[in-house]
């Protein structure tokens, strides 16, 4: 059973940095791509960073800059660095693979107060 496993949400101040961690397991299969999600209350998910079995990244206009994707494939983990955090970032985060059918891990909250 594919499972997405995520840790490293927390509480930070605005400025700070937090790295979000995903490990997929469950499968002998590589990602074809993975990312980020987020949903803050009263919104729609949204997208916040994806990353191709290539290596190829894309980010939400509002967090370029600021937020680093990346992938550990002997790991099966995909992260996400964010620094210089906004309390408006503020959100559940949630982990993303495709791998022939989409997965979701069970999100991580990421709280940034002013």
């Known amino acids: 059973q594919v499972q997405l496993v995520e840790s490293g949400g927390g509480l930070v101040q605005a400025g700070g940095a937090l790295r979000l961690s995903c490990a997929v397991t469950?499968?002998?299969?590589?990602?074809?791509?993975s990312g980020w999600y987020r949903q803050a209350p009263g919104k729609k998910r949204d997208l916040v960073a994806v990353i191709t079995s290539g290596g190829s990244t894309n980010y939400a206009d509002s967090v370029k800059g600021r937020f680093t994707i990346s992938s550990d494939n002997a790991k099966s983990t995909v992260y996400l660095k964010m620094n210089s955090l906004k309390p408006k970032n503020t959100a559940v985060y949630y982990c993303y693979a495709n791998l022939g059918a989409e997965y979701w891990g069970q999100g991580t909250q990421v709280t940034v107060s002013s």
């Open positions: 469950g499968t002998i299969l590589s990602s074809n791509a």
